[in-house]
């Protein structure tokens, strides 16, 4: 199907967007990449009839460390955060996630932005962003606030934004010491596809003990989900084949996955149960590596 | 309304202004507004690639972004890469390495790539199949892509070799000049350019575009169609409805003509067609069809067999008391005496085995450009059509004209598989269009109406039995097959017929037994898809096989060893095999596959299995009654005898057909492969030939082409015999010269011989034709499907690794050995293997259309619908094994749809040899496969099947 007629507006800076979407209200909507927009226009998802186009703004593209953070544009592109030395020495999974959504042709229209915006569930980027304890930052008419990555997300295609506020950046803190970082997930073929569950994870380590660790989930729950209550099994322990099967048994326990296209809700929380245990064994390993 | 923009865009290094509405995107903008029709549209949602082009020197899908996001960038299409008419070297790669077959795919392909050589010269085959992961193939030319990719170099500084007469693959064994030498694809360079033109690209001027409407039921009876919206919209043209339509029913099949192209009274599947328009634009169109008001009396719909035919089933086809039950077809055979053959059987095992509803998914969707010429006397269409003879003739009855006053023209076609093998709504709704508003026509389905149109995959209920002596020897074979036909007969009633009439091609069988029932159901009509019919049938009977070798303790190759054809046999259902190296494909797949040391001693999760296939060389019989004959060829020679110009209305969709006949008119003209020019496929230049279905090209094409060239021969050898003063018969051409046989040096030049020809007779043109042998098969109903003049046979070894813990299945490897009969392009031929082996693991781990709530499918789009990219390629070793087919042109017979019949059987095979687990229900998800490990865990059985039913 063809898209509905729209305008396209571009402003030249951040207030103006905000501003524009403020006034402008349900009836616009931004558009970064378009990777996502386009095909909901086509599929008649998206109703928007005025674009408010992000790329004419400088100040949202690019990746920099400023007091220890690091801080990714919203208007990066997914290829520039799979291609970053910056993301893969501080987040190793990060950069993963991103090398792993869609085409090289997606990605390289594709933004971080919008992936965290159109808070699609099998979003790749934001459980390994969950992981890596990344914060966003938001403008809007308000000023700017930032909230933790796993609180952005309220449900499928919703997140925390408000009428006229804008994602601004992901900002990355400085990992601990010993941390090591995994993204592992599953998809039907090979060459660009929908993950059916994938699980993000770090770990830390000291003197053979994890000291701390994160694992956040993707594809299996409405929103990127953050299990803290297998993540705290973790504390204090030594790496061990039990210990990571036990933890990945209650991180399929806490999915809350759906049957769709892809695979059934029982074959997804297997899934979980076997990609955690997976990332585990990889992010403990490179927390050891990156102690020694 | 919002208005249009003035947009500044570079491309290819010319500065463009276009006035754009702001949702144009860059495709549309390049291909309407800038003519740049090399720049495809596959999917319009960046699922396919097809419409990649460099924007600031990164690929992107031109489908996906704004024309306005574009504003100032640089962007390069396909006919940027070549400059001053120079091929680029990634170019030239690909021709060389024959890495195209239909071409849809090749511009973003090669965008593609050059996106990734500018970034990095000398990439591995990971980085090509990370960066080419978003460049579907439906041809599965991936492993020669690989090739082109990581040879680019090579061709750098390389000035493109017009002549393509330069041997990717040359065969020094045999006294051929052309024919068995891999020679460049006649369509190469056009494809590499973007220069070729599918039907869409081509842009007439004021063209309207053409929309149609289908059903959001999946079973109704119309009960009022309102259109004065529509047509008051400014911008349409003209609307129809069924009430617009000739009343006459159409079918691919005479006997089951069932279709009528707009519902008149009923729909019968979601998409079923109910009303068209025209319209200024797409746009347009899309926004009258909107405004269509239909009120539907809906009623219960059946959307599987078993239900359509239960009782007090709601009837699909109540008009039509022959199909009462829904029943469309029903096929009753039974060869010598099976209760007998069980009764000597040693051993007998039945198993259900359950298909899936594979769509060919070609590149190109469909397309159709209809105009009235001659006071509206004369319709021309151009279709993307694989049978244009048929489409020709079903373009008559429907329209009630003859079919002297229409001109079919089939240009470049992406693909087909058996999608485009019959007329569609789309062709008939062009040509009634174009009449109504005197202008030309255009129209294309999207993405999702190719799924609903559909055409694909038959889904079959199959119970398989088969009895065998305790040393394998096949005693009896009973087999069930229940079809999904959907909601139309299409090709059925031959799918019905063949799923029963190619098994006993591979093995001898005694006594056999088949019952086939096509059931109606209101989900979109099943067709006609590669290997028509005898995919599922083969997979259920390899397994079945496999699992029968195991019981007996038998190696599986040695079961079908003890079973395996012959030449020179016939059947139990009348089938004559002529030339038949099946044994020797068997030999060699197990030789070079490393058989001996892998079966039953790899790791676990590593398995090897062996599924066998073949197939017919063409239809002995033609779809409806005729005694045309089914190919027919007309070669004309230029008037100072440098060149000729062959006339055939064959369908080159990408198989490379027109290369191969090319090949043979070369090396039967005695002339050089670059002499012959292929002259348009077009009703009015070129004679009848059936078309691309049942693999028929080469045999059948091939000896009508041979017949022409032999008759021009004859003509230039009399000339010459005159001039050298010696016996026509004594003389022989070859390159380009006619001499005497036993002394070369007595001769002329074939062009000098030519000339004279003209001078003293006019035009030297020579005809030739083929008609299958007459008599083919049995005198049973339905006797005449399966017949054909010569059959194919093939062995491939699949090696797979399973993930025990999560069931993904890779394909490690493929062995392939085929007996196509003599090879005539072993690059085409290797090319045509390999994509067959690559679909075929599709079907079997992939695809499946799924019937959603009310009928609606839920996947009709290739986001959902998954079909083998190149990251799924897998290393594969073709080869042939040589017959000589005494029927073929000079020895040859089939390979494009054979190949694919091994496949799925041998993933199956060897899946279960790497995790004990045998899934008898396509397709094999690694979801069904952890199940059967789960099943294996719990009860502790060696091995079970996970199908129909689960159990150890």
């Given at each position: 199907?063809?898209?509905?007629?729209?305008?396209?507006?571009?402003?030249?800076?951040?207030?103006?967007?905000?501003?524009?979407?403020?006034?402008?209200?349900?009836?616009?909507?931004?558009?970064?990449?378009?990777?996502?927009?386009?095909?909901?226009?086509?599929?008649?998802?998206?109703?928007?009839?005025?674009?408010?186009?992000?790329?004419?703004?400088?100040?949202?593209?690019?990746?920099?460390?400023?007091?220890?953070?690091?801080?990714?544009?919203?208007?990066?592109?997914?290829?520039?955060?799979?291609?970053?030395?910056?993301?893969?020495?501080?987040?190793?999974?990060?950069?993963?996630?991103?090398?792993?959504?869609?085409?090289?042709?997606?990605?390289?229209?594709?933004?971080?932005?919008?992936?965290?915006?159109?808070?699609?569930?099998?979003?790749?980027?934001?459980?390994?962003?969950?992981?890596?304890?990344?914060?966003?930052?938001?403008?809007?008419?308000?000023?700017?606030?930032?909230?933790?990555?796993?609180?952005?997300?309220?449900?499928?295609?919703?997140?925390?934004?408000?009428?006229?506020?804008?994602?601004?950046?992901?900002?990355?803190?400085?990992?601990?010491?010993?941390?090591?970082?995994?993204?592992?997930?599953?998809?039907?073929?090979?060459?660009?596809?929908?993950?059916?569950?994938?699980?993000?994870?770090?770990?830390?380590?000291?003197?053979?003990?994890?000291?701390?660790?994160?694992?956040?989930?993707?594809?299996?729950?409405?929103?990127?989900?953050?299990?803290?209550?297998?993540?705290?099994?973790?504390?204090?322990?030594?790496?061990?084949?039990?210990?990571?099967?036990?933890?990945?048994?209650?991180?399929?326990?806490?999915?809350?996955?759906?049957?769709?296209?892809?695979?059934?809700?029982?074959?997804?929380?297997?899934?979980?149960?076997?990609?955690?245990?997976?990332?585990?064994?990889?992010?403990?390993?490179?927390?050891?590596?990156?102690?020694? | 309304?919002?208005?249009?923009?003035?947009?500044?865009?570079?491309?290819?290094?010319?500065?463009?202004?276009?006035?754009?509405?702001?949702?144009?995107?860059?495709?549309?903008?390049?291909?309407?507004?800038?003519?740049?029709?090399?720049?495809?549209?596959?999917?319009?949602?960046?699922?396919?690639?097809?419409?990649?082009?460099?924007?600031?020197?990164?690929?992107?899908?031109?489908?996906?972004?704004?024309?306005?996001?574009?504003?100032?960038?640089?962007?390069?299409?396909?006919?940027?890469?070549?400059?001053?008419?120079?091929?680029?070297?990634?170019?030239?790669?690909?021709?060389?390495?024959?890495?195209?077959?239909?071409?849809?795919?090749?511009?973003?392909?090669?965008?593609?790539?050059?996106?990734?050589?500018?970034?990095?010269?000398?990439?591995?085959?990971?980085?090509?199949?990370?960066?080419?992961?978003?460049?579907?193939?439906?041809?599965?030319?991936?492993?020669?892509?690989?090739?082109?990719?990581?040879?680019?170099?090579?061709?750098?500084?390389?000035?493109?070799?017009?002549?393509?007469?330069?041997?990717?693959?040359?065969?020094?064994?045999?006294?051929?000049?052309?024919?068995?030498?891999?020679?460049?694809?006649?369509?190469?360079?056009?494809?590499?350019?973007?220069?070729?033109?599918?039907?869409?690209?081509?842009?007439?001027?004021?063209?309207?575009?053409?929309?149609?409407?289908?059903?959001?039921?999946?079973?109704?009876?119309?009960?009022?169609?309102?259109?004065?919206?529509?047509?008051a919209l400014s911008g349409v043209l003209a609307v129809i409805t069924g009430a617009d339509v000739p009343d006459t029913w159409y079918g691919v099949s005479p006997a089951r003509e069932d279709e009528q192209v707009l519902a008149k009274e009923r729909v019968r599947y979601v998409g079923d067609e109910i009303a068209a328009v025209a319209a200024v634009d797409e746009e347009t169109a899309e926004r009258a069809l909107k405004l269509i008001e239909v009120e539907f009396e809906e009623l219960p719909a059946v959307f599987d067999p078993v239900s359509a035919m239960a009782p007090g089933a709601p009837l699909i086809h109540p008009e039509k008391p022959r199909y009462a039950g829904n029943i469309n077809t029903r096929v009753d055979w039974h060869f010598g005496d099976v209760t007998q053959g069980f009764a000597e059987a040693d051993l007998v095992r039945e198993e259900r085995f359950v298909g899936n509803r594979t769509y060919q998914s070609p590149?190109?969707?469909?397309?159709?450009?209809?105009?009235?010429?001659?006071?509206?006397?004369?319709?021309?269409?151009?279709?993307?059509?694989?049978?244009?003879?048929?489409?020709?003739?079903?373009?008559?009855?429907?329209?009630?004209?003859?079919?002297?006053?229409?001109?079919?023209?089939?240009?470049?076609?992406?693909?087909?598989?058996?999608?485009?093998?019959?007329?569609?709504?789309?062709?008939?709704?062009?040509?009634?269009?174009?009449?109504?508003?005197?202008?030309?026509?255009?129209?294309?389905?999207?993405?999702?109406?190719?799924?609903?149109?559909?055409?694909?995959?038959?889904?079959?209920?199959?119970?398989?039995?088969?009895?065998?002596?305790?040393?394998?020897?096949?005693?009896?074979?009973?087999?069930?097959?229940?079809?999904?036909?959907?909601?139309?007969?299409?090709?059925?009633?031959?799918?019905?017929?063949?799923?029963?009439?190619?098994?006993?091609?591979?093995?001898?069988?005694?006594?056999?037994?088949?019952?086939?029932?096509?059931?109606?159901?209101?989900?979109?009509?099943?067709?006609?898809?590669?290997?028509?019919?005898?995919?599922?049938?083969?997979?259920?009977?390899?397994?079945?096989?496999?699992?029968?070798?195991?019981?007996?303790?038998?190696?599986?190759?040695?079961?079908?060893?003890?079973?395996?054809?012959?030449?020179?046999?016939?059947?139990?259902?009348?089938?004559?095999?002529?030339?038949?190296?099946?044994?020797?494909?068997?030999?060699?797949?197990?030789?070079?596959?490393?058989?001996?040391?892998?079966?039953?001693?790899?790791?676990?999760?590593?398995?090897?299995?062996?599924?066998?296939?073949?197939?017919?060389?063409?239809?002995?019989?033609?779809?409806?009654?005729s005694d045309f004959p089914h190919s027919n060829a007309m070669i004309r020679v230029h008037e100072d005898g440098t060149g000729v110009t062959l006339h055939i209305a064959a369908s080159e969709i990408g198989q490379g057909s027109d290369t191969v006949l090319v090949q043979i008119a070369a090396e039967e003209l005695g002339v050089p492969y670059e002499w012959v020019w292929m002259a348009d496929c077009d009703t009015t230049l070129s004679p009848l030939d059936l078309g691309s279905y049942s693999s028929r090209v080469t045999l059948m094409g091939g000896n009508a082409v041979k017949m022409a060239a032999q008759n021009v021969t004859a003509q230039l050898r009399e000339v010459a015999a005159?001039?050298?003063?010696?016996?026509?018969?004594?003389?022989?051409?070859?390159?380009?010269?006619?001499?005497?046989?036993?002394?070369?040096?007595?001769?002329?030049?074939?062009?000098?011989?030519?000339?004279?020809?003209?001078?003293?007779?006019?035009?030297?043109?020579?005809?030739?034709?083929?008609?299958?042998?007459?008599?083919?098969?049995?005198?049973?109903?339905?006797?005449?499907?399966?017949?054909?003049?010569?059959?194919?046979?093939?062995?491939?070894?699949?090696?797979?690794?399973?993930?025990?813990?999560?069931?993904?299945?890779?394909?490690?490897?493929?062995?392939?050995?085929?007996?196509?009969?003599?090879?005539?392009?072993?690059?085409?031929?290797?090319?045509?293997?390999?994509?067959?082996?690559?679909?075929?693991?599709?079907?079997?781990?992939?695809?499946?259309?799924?019937?959603?709530?009310?009928?609606?499918?839920?996947?009709?789009?290739?986001?959902?619908?998954?079909?083998?990219?190149?990251?799924?390629?897998?290393?594969?070793?073709?080869?042939?094994?040589?017959?000589?087919?005494?029927?073929?042109?000079?020895?040859?017979?089939?390979?494009?749809?054979?190949?694919?019949?091994?496949?799925?059987?041998?993933?199956?095979?060897?899946?279960?040899?790497?995790?004990?687990?045998?899934?008898?229900?396509?397709?094999?998800?690694?979801?069904?496969?952890?199940?059967?490990?789960?099943?294996?865990?719990?009860?502790?059985?060696?091995?079970?099947?996970?199908?129909?039913?689960?159990?150890?």
């Open positions: 199907m063809g898209m509905p007629d729209f305008s396209y507006l571009r402003p030249g800076s951040v207030a103006d967007a905000c501003a524009l979407a403020s006034r402008l209200g349900d009836d616009a909507t931004f558009i970064a990449g378009g990777t996502e927009l386009i095909p909901d226009f086509h599929r008649g998802r998206e109703t928007a009839r005025q674009l408010i186009a992000l790329d004419g703004i400088d100040e949202l593209r690019g990746i920099t460390i400023a007091a220890g953070e690091l801080r990714i544009g919203a208007l990066t592109t997914v290829a520039a955060v799979a291609a970053s030395a910056l993301v893969r020495d501080r987040l190793v999974a990060l950069a993963d996630a991103a090398r792993a959504i869609g085409s090289a042709q997606i990605r390289s229209l594709a933004t971080i932005g919008g992936n965290f915006c159109r808070a699609v569930a099998c979003a790749d980027t934001p459980p390994a962003a969950i992981a890596g304890e990344a914060r966003v930052h938001l403008i809007g008419a308000h000023g700017t606030r930032e909230v933790a990555a796993e609180e952005f997300f309220l449900g499928p295609r919703r997140t925390v934004l408000a009428q006229g506020e804008m994602l601004l950046a992901i900002a990355l803190p400085a990992q601990p010491a010993g941390s090591g970082s995994s993204y592992q997930r599953f998809s039907r073929r090979k060459g660009a596809a929908l993950a059916v569950a994938a699980v993000a994870v770090r770990v830390t380590m000291a003197a053979g003990r994890i000291t701390g660790a994160r694992i956040a989930l993707g594809a299996v729950a409405p929103v990127p989900m953050l299990v803290s209550r297998a993540a705290a099994m973790l504390e204090g322990e030594r790496p061990s084949r039990a210990l990571f099967a036990d933890v990945a048994a209650v991180c399929a326990d806490d999915a809350l996955p759906i049957t769709d296209l892809r695979g059934s809700a029982e074959f997804r929380r297997e899934l979980v149960n076997v990609l955690t245990r997976r990332a585990l064994d990889e992010a403990s390993a490179r927390a050891e590596e990156a102690r020694s | 309304m919002n208005g249009e923009v003035l947009v500044r865009l570079n491309v290819n290094g010319e500065d463009r202004t276009l006035a754009l509405k702001p949702n144009t995107t860059l495709l549309a903008a390049l291909r309407l507004h800038m003519g740049l029709t090399g720049t495809k549209r596959g999917c319009a949602s960046g699922d396919c690639g097809a419409c990649t082009v460099q924007v600031d020197g990164q690929p992107v899908n031109s489908c996906l972004l704004l024309a306005v996001a574009a504003e100032g960038k640089r962007i390069t299409t396909i006919e940027g890469l070549s400059h001053h008419g120079d091929l680029h070297p990634l170019q030239q790669s690909f021709v060389k390495h024959g890495a195209i077959q239909c071409g849809f795919c090749t511009s973003g392909a090669l965008m593609a790539s050059k996106a990734l050589i500018d970034q990095n010269e000398a990439p591995s085959h990971d980085e090509i199949k990370e960066a080419l992961a978003g460049n579907l193939c439906r041809c599965a030319t991936y492993p020669r892509m690989l090739k082109a990719v990581a040879g680019w170099k090579e061709f750098e500084g390389v000035r493109f070799d017009a002549k393509p007469h330069v041997h990717a693959e040359r065969d020094q064994k045999r006294d051929h000049d052309v024919v068995s030498h891999g020679v460049t694809r006649y369509d190469a360079p056009d494809k590499v350019t973007g220069r070729a033109k599918y039907t869409a690209d081509i842009q007439l001027p004021d063209t309207v575009v053409g929309k149609i409407l289908g059903s959001p039921i999946a079973h109704g009876i119309i009960k009022r169609i309102d259109v004065s919206k529509a047509r590149m190109e969707p469909h397309a159709a450009l209809a105009r009235w010429e001659h006071h509206g006397e004369r319709l021309t269409l151009w279709s993307s059509t694989q049978t244009p003879h048929y489409l020709h003739r079903s373009l008559s009855r429907v329209l009630g004209i003859p079919m002297g006053n229409i001109r079919v023209i089939r240009p470049a076609v992406g693909g087909g598989f058996g999608a485009k093998a019959e007329a569609t709504p789309l062709d008939f709704c062009a040509a009634i269009l174009a009449k109504l508003t005197g202008r030309p026509v255009a129209m294309e389905y999207t993405r999702e109406e190719m799924y609903r149109h559909f055409r694909g995959r038959h889904k079959q209920y199959i119970d398989l039995k088969i009895g065998v002596k305790k040393d394998g020897s096949i005693t009896a074979v009973e087999h069930t097959v229940v079809l999904d036909g959907g909601a139309y007969t299409s090709y059925g009633v031959i799918t019905a017929y063949y799923a029963g009439s190619m098994l006993p091609t591979l093995y001898k069988i005694p006594n056999y037994k088949y019952d086939g029932t096509r059931v109606y159901t209101n989900l979109p009509a099943s067709g006609a898809f590669r290997g028509h019919g005898v995919p599922q049938p083969r997979f259920a009977f390899e397994s079945l096989l496999d699992m029968i070798a195991e019981e007996l303790g038998l190696d599986p190759f040695e079961i079908r060893l003890r079973n395996a054809m012959e030449p020179n046999m016939r059947t139990g259902n009348a089938l004559d095999i002529s030339s038949c190296e099946f044994i020797e494909t068997l030999n060699r797949a197990r030789a070079t596959s490393g058989w001996a040391a892998k079966k039953g001693k790899l790791p676990a999760g590593k398995g090897i299995g062996v599924g066998c296939g073949g197939f017919v060389s063409g239809a002995g019989y033609p779809i409806y009654r005159r001039e050298l003063g010696c016996d026509p018969a004594a003389l022989t051409a070859r390159e380009g010269r006619i001499f005497v046989r036993e002394h070369p040096s007595v001769g002329m030049d074939w062009a000098a011989a030519a000339r004279i020809a003209f001078s003293k007779k006019g035009p030297v043109v020579g005809t030739g034709s083929y008609t299958p042998p007459k008599h083919l098969g049995g005198e049973f109903k339905g006797g005449t499907v399966g017949t054909s003049p010569a059959y194919s046979f093939s062995t491939a070894v699949a090696e797979v690794t399973v993930d025990l813990e999560t069931g993904y299945v890779t394909v490690d490897r493929f062995t392939d050995y085929s007996d196509a009969g003599t090879v005539i392009n072993p690059v085409t031929l290797h090319g045509q293997v390999e994509g067959a082996i690559i679909m075929g693991m599709g079907e079997t781990l992939l695809e499946d259309t799924i019937v959603g709530a009310g009928g609606h499918l839920a996947n009709a789009n290739l986001h959902d619908y998954l079909i083998p990219t190149i990251c799924e390629t897998p290393e594969i070793h073709t080869a042939a094994v040589e017959s000589f087919e005494p029927r073929g042109p000079f020895g040859a017979k089939e390979i494009g749809e054979g190949s694919l019949l091994p496949v799925l059987g041998a993933i199956a095979n060897a899946i279960y040899d790497a995790c004990g687990v045998r899934v008898t229900e396509l397709p094999i998800t690694p979801e069904k496969i952890l199940r059967g490990l789960k099943l294996r865990e719990t009860s502790r059985a060696s091995r079970v099947v996970v199908g129909a039913g689960v159990r150890a």
